[in-house]
DNA sequence: TGACTATACAACTATATAGTAATATAGTTG
DNA sequence: CAACTATATTACTATATAGTTGTATAGTCA
């Protein structure tokens, strides 16, 4: 990465985008066990279809899974496992940073300071 | 990650999310050779300070940087160097499909479908 | 003290996108 | 063919935040 020039920068920046979001998470984790159709992947994220839909075409776009049309259903899976070595190395992070339970609470004051 | 609730899912969503923008990239990228203050990530980022100042506490509230002010300067460093193995797995991610290129300039299209 | 430098912050605009609702498309089955 | 199911897409609203500008704070030096 250190030799990455702007455009470069732009394209690991879209990818982190892409693992930005906790539904897309929740997604990729779904797919850790194989192929899902969308049906599926909706009742498992608790979401709806078209919601489901449009996360799983930008995963798609961005390279994170693959497509699969069979028969009336579109099955998607995992297109690079790797991804899943860069979730644990967060996840490692994150755990490490849990101790230091005030700091993380600063980051979700706005979502759940409401119980005034 | 395969064990995350709602929560964890969303703590790692916004780890990526700092992660997902191309000029906190570059500012980590500068810090890889050590600490440097703003005045120096400013010019090295080729943005203002006010902007640099703002992506700096981002990534210092997410706990990727360390800030110690010394004299007139405030330094920044590197929390945890693991961000940098994250990166190189994204890169990595991202070269295999620089060879699929025509997948790839689809994301980019909006952007710089100028230059045929 | 006042002038200067470095950093932070607040207010603002513009953009991106998450989520929703409605519709469209494509395959299946009778 | 019509009716049905699964998925995708479009148009929309609401929210988040990137980046800018101006200002405030704090340290340094004369």
């Known amino acids: 990465m250190s030799k990455l020039d702007d455009r470069g920068l732009e394209y690991v920046a879209k990818y982190f985008k892409a693992l930005a979001e906790p539904m897309r998470l929740k997604v990729l984790n779904e797919l850790r066990e194989g192929e899902k159709n969308v049906g599926q992947l909706k009742e498992l994220a608790g979401s709806t279809q078209a919601n489901v839909s449009k996360h ?45 339970e005030a700091d993380i609470k600063k980051l979700f004051s706005s979502a759940q300071q409401s119980s005034t």
């Open 56 to 100: 799983l075409s930008l995963l798609s776009d961005y390279g994170l899974v693959k497509r699969e049309s069979r028969g009336n259903c579109v099955y998607y899976s995992i297109a690079d496992p790797s991804v899943y070595e860069i979730c644990e190395l967060v996840c490692g992070q994150i755990s490490n940073r849990l101790i230091l």
